[in-house]
């Protein structure tokens, strides 16, 4: 099974939200594929000793919320990411796409 998530954008809503700093947002191309990300964010996220508050939607593979608090991660499936369509809803707030080649995001404020 592919766990590499597709289309990775991160927004920076810190100046628009009172809940969050960062939204993480992802595609997955099937519902397996969705959970199979979900879940490996969360083991990875979990050694490195950070827990989330909640997560939501994990069942149905659509939409897997994913709160840890300054960065809130959302784990879709491409059709419901299109029809959600966050990255318009946000449109006014910095954000940074992701290359498929990028391993690891070190510091956002730089990139942003």
Known sequence: MD???????VLKV??????TDFFVICSGTS??????IADHVAE??????????GIEGG???????MDYGDVII????????????IERLWSDVPSMAVGDDVTEITDLTDNM
């Open 31 to 36: 519902d397996r594929q969705v959970k199979a």
């Open 14 to 19: 810190k100046d628009s939200s009172s809940f």
């Open 74 to 85: 959302h784990v879709f499936y491409e059709p419901t990411r299109d029809f959600y369509d």
């Open 44 to 53: 990875k996220l979990k050694k490195a000793g950070i827990l989330p508050l």
């Open 3 to 9: 766990r590499k998530a597709k289309d990775l954008v």
């Open 59 to 65: 069942n149905a593979g659509n939409w897997i919320l």
